[in-house]
């Protein structure tokens, strides 16, 4: 029996067993039967236990058959009741407890069944190839199953609810579409997307309830195949539809026909061309385009080939034309096309008359003409040709090709050898056979003939060529071009203005000096402007007020270029002062045809320099006369105290004077070297002085060289000992004399050598050399002082330019100058070779006959040479 119940979710029925014999235990679903049971028995006792102890008092005091008292009674009256409803209460219990547990059975069996039926339908989705998107209301989408991997498809949920990521962009947005208006109007959709490789997907979308639910599924197999012809057929019937318009609105008669050869379809065309008044009309009727003789010989074509072509004339719009006519044969019957070639062969026809008459017209042309055809053989020349190339008449007659003839004539040395491929060289030649425009060449023959070909495409195919001699025109072009560029060139680049008008007064021709000279825009003057309109558009006027402006200017240029004079016109010039303050020479010079040149010639620099030259001339004069008082005034003011001072200090240390002491002796020692320096300085500035003023004259004779270079060595032999310096002197190829004045060579040598010694360091030595070559002599010192930079080599021949660097003493700074000034007089050079710490050697050379002293001019007698 059931020993108790229990309730719970997961909870099972248990039996009595030997470890619980009455039940006492409780399982998992609540308290066992037997714990109801013992809880009734223990509430009953609860209540007996006052009623038997009272009933034991009374046996013990009164004995066994007292008699029970009216409480006693009262209390086994409610004992029995109660122990009565309990028992009814374990009974309800014990049954109430039995239904709820058959209830708990049927609804757990229930509830594994749904469980079990869940999971099958679970798998049979996954393995049915289909995947399912639920929506309920607004919430998060659920995906169930799963598609193949070869579909292309994704597998994770959020990556397939990404549409867009995997399939096809319009499809994506489709999709999205029907799905928005499932979920809002539940409409329904069914639609279906090509994916990668070719494989396809069915989204279909329906109700459920509450729910959205759209189902994926692959299509393999039959429906696959069958969406496949459900697109290839919808194509078909696009692309039958697009030809058929296509073929409507086309202007050539179309039609189709049956095996029975019967019409089932025409154009508009079709129906115009045999005059029925709708496509219908003509399809009831039958209305045939070609005659029936045709139909039979197209039909006959048909049996044999499957496909006619020709040529067939009928009526349209009472004019015989003729067609050009396609038809072939299929599964259905036939399908042809008739086109107009009416106008074509009238335009034929005509092009052949006109060949023909081409053809006798360049008959009688002296220029070389050749026809070739389609096949590039030669199908017509004229007389011309023959000559040309010294061809003859059977070799013509033979209809030779392009490419043979062209041999020919490289084989025969007409034309050059080309060095190219052959392939090359063919490519070539026939190129003018694929153009579709007239070609032009030169042909360059080997007697030095110049040809110019043209090549011409004809409709029909092939060239007409044009062999023409330009030789002599060529010639003569290149004359003329050379003389009018030669012409050109040298009027643009002459710096005179340049202007040539024709008897119409318009300008031929200008360079850019006329447009400069007068401001003229150049663009302006290429309109070929007349002389009268020139004065209003230059910028630089010919003032009417000038002195040289009195009949002169635009009025007499534009008389001069318009005037008509029979007994001839005469070459005019003259000078004009311009507002520019430009002076120009014009000259007006008749030309042939009745042109006239205009030139003008920008004097002004001339009439400058000229006002210069006389300013400078005038200066010089005035320098001169002040050198020349200059001279007279150091000679006597200066030079001769200094003359004085030296003589009495001589007279002071002779022995006739009396004796001095160490100290005056010394005294008078600084007073003489002082005064022989001054007076050296005065001496070197009136020689300079006396060469600017041009008025130093050279006593050239015969000078021994060995005894001029001694007689400088003298003059610094004591400085060169005093420098602890010595002297090197080689004279081995200098030779005897040579022809200078003795007296300035020896103040030139020694000027060197003072400037040596005073550079030189102690210890070293200072070499002087003369050396004769070449019709002159050269005379160098060398010193290997501290050197002279690069910079300052040509400030050293400077006045006053002295270089205190290395220098024992400091000078004035006119030794090179005096130097320079003196070989200069004998028509000769300086040059100074020096570096920094590598010395300097100066090298002064002259030539052996120098001019006569009358031909050495001077400066001022060079300016007023430049004057005249």
């Not at 014999?21 to 223990?42: F, H, M, T, Y």
């Not at 329906?206 to 697109?231: I, K, M, N, Q």
């Amino acid at each position: 029996m059931i020993e108790g119940f229990g309730s719970g979710r997961a909870g099972a029925f248990r039996t009595r067993s030997d470890s619980d014999p009455i039940g006492l235990v409780a399982n998992d679903r609540g308290p066992s039967d037997g714990a109801i049971a013992a809880a009734a028995s223990l509430a009953l006792g609860i209540i007996l236990t006052p009623v038997v102890a009272r009933a034991q008092l009374y046996t013990i005091a009164g004995g066994v058959d007292a008699m029970l008292s009216p409480v006693d009674v009262l209390y086994l009256a409610l004992l029995a009741m109660l122990l009565g409803a309990a028992m009814l209460s374990a009974v309800f219990l014990i049954r109430q407890r039995a239904a709820i547990a058959a209830e708990n059975e049927t609804l757990r069996a229930s509830l594994a069944e749904s469980r079990a039926e869940a999971d099958a339908r679970a798998a049979l989705l996954a393995a049915g190839a289909e995947r399912l998107v639920v929506y309920a209301g607004a919430g998060e989408a659920e995906v169930f199953g799963i598609l193949p991997g070869t579909c292309g498809a994704p597998a994770e949920e959020k990556r397939f609810l990404a549409f867009t990521d995997w399939m096809p962009r319009q499809d994506a947005e489709s999709l999205a579409g029907a799905i928005g208006r499932l979920r809002s109007d539940a409409e329904t959709f069914r639609l279906e997307i090509d994916l990668q490789r070719g494989r396809m997907i069915e989204a279909t979308g329906s109700t459920l309830g509450g729910l959205a639910v759209v189902r994926f599924v692959l299509l393999e197999g039959v429906r696959e195949r069958l969406h496949e012809l459900d697109v290839a057929h919808r194509r078909s019937l696009a692309t039958i539809e697009t030809m058929q318009n296509l073929f409507d609105a086309a202007p050539l008669p179309i039609w189709l026909r049956d095996q029975d050869a019967r019409l089932t379809w025409i154009n508009e065309a079709y129906a115009r061309a045999v005059d029925a008044r709708t496509v219908a009309d003509s399809l009831d009727r039958q209305i045939e385009f070609l005659s029936e003789q045709d139909r039979r010989t197209i039909a006959a074509r048909l049996s044999e080939d499957r496909i006619f072509s020709g040529k067939l004339s009928t009526v349209v719009e009472a004019d015989r034309r003729n067609f050009a006519v396609v038809e072939a044969s299929g599964p259905l019957g036939s399908a042809g096309i008739a086109i107009d070639v009416s106008e074509t062969e009238q335009v034929r026809m005509e092009l052949r008359q006109t060949i023909d008459s081409q053809s006798e017209t360049l008959d009688q042309l002296t220029t070389a003409v050749a026809r070739f055809d389609e096949k590039t053989r030669l199908t017509y020349y004229n007389a011309a040709l023959q000559r040309l190339f010294d061809l003859t008449n059977a070799y013509l007659e033979s209809e030779p090709d392009h490419l043979s003839l062209l041999d020919n004539l490289r084989t025969r040395g007409i034309l050059p050898t080309e060095k190219l491929f052959r392939s090359e060289i063919q490519d070539q030649d026939l190129a003018a056979y694929r153009a579709t425009e007239p070609t032009e060449t030169l042909w360059h023959l080997s007697d030095g003939r110049t040809l110019r070909v043209i090549a011409t495409p004809q409709p029909r195919g092939g060239a007409t060529w044009v062999f023409e001699d330009i030789t002599e025109k060529l010639e003569l072009e290149s004359q003329v071009k050379s003389t009018v560029q030669l012409q050109r060139e040298t009027i643009d680049y002459l710096s005179e203005a340049v202007a040539v008008f024709g008897s119409d007064g318009r300008l031929r021709l200008s360079n850019p000096a006329f447009a400069e000279m007068f401001g003229f825009d150049p663009d302006y003057l290429l309109s070929r402007p007349r002389i009268h309109t020139l004065p209003d558009l230059a910028t630089v006027t010919i003032p009417a007020d000038g002195d040289s402006a009195q009949g002169a200017g635009w009025p007499l240029f534009s008389q001069a270029v318009t005037a008509f004079d029979e007994a001839g016109r005469d070459t005019e010039t003259g000078e004009l002062t311009l507002s520019s303050g430009h002076t120009i020479a014009y000259g007006i010079v008749p030309l042939p045809n009745g042109q006239t040149m205009l030139t003008f010639s920008d004097i002004s620099d001339a009439r400058e320099a000229e006002r210069m030259l006389r300013e400078k001339n005038e200066a010089l004069e005035q320098a001169n006369q002040i050198k020349n008082d200059f001279v007279q005034h150091v000679n006597y003011e200066l030079r001769s105290p200094l003359t004085n001072i030296i003589g009495f200090s001589a007279l002071l240390r002779s022995r006739d004077t009396g004796p001095l002491n160490e100290r005056q002796n010394e005294y008078l020692g600084y007073i003489s070297t002082s005064t022989s320096s001054l007076l050296t300085i005065v001496n070197d500035i009136l020689d300079l002085a006396t060469v600017d003023a041009g008025i130093m004259e050279l006593e050239l004779s015969e000078v021994d060289i060995a005894a001029t270079v001694e007689h400088a060595v003298d003059g610094v032999r004591e400085r060169l000992a005093d420098a602890e310096v010595t002297l090197d002197v080689d004279l081995s190829q200098a030779g005897g004399t040579f022809f200078a004045d003795g007296h300035r060579l020896t103040q030139i040598l020694f000027n060197l050598l003072s400037n040596a010694a005073n550079f030189a360091p102690s210890g070293s030595a200072v070499a002087m050399t003369a050396r004769r070559e070449a019709g002159t002599i050269s005379f160098g010192v060398t010193d290997h002082g501290p050197g002279i930079a690069p910079d300052r080599i040509d400030r050293m021949f400077e006045r006053f330019e002295a270089s205190t660097a290395g220098a024992r003493q400091s000078g004035a700074g006119l030794g090179l100058s005096i130097v320079k000034s003196f070989v200069e007089l004998h028509h000769g050079t300086t040059h100074i070779d020096s570096g920094p710490d590598r010395g300097t050697t100066v090298t002064c050379t002259f030539p052996l006959d120098p001019t006569s002293p009358g031909e050495i001019g001077s400066e001022q007698a060079r300016f007023e040479d430049a004057a005249e």
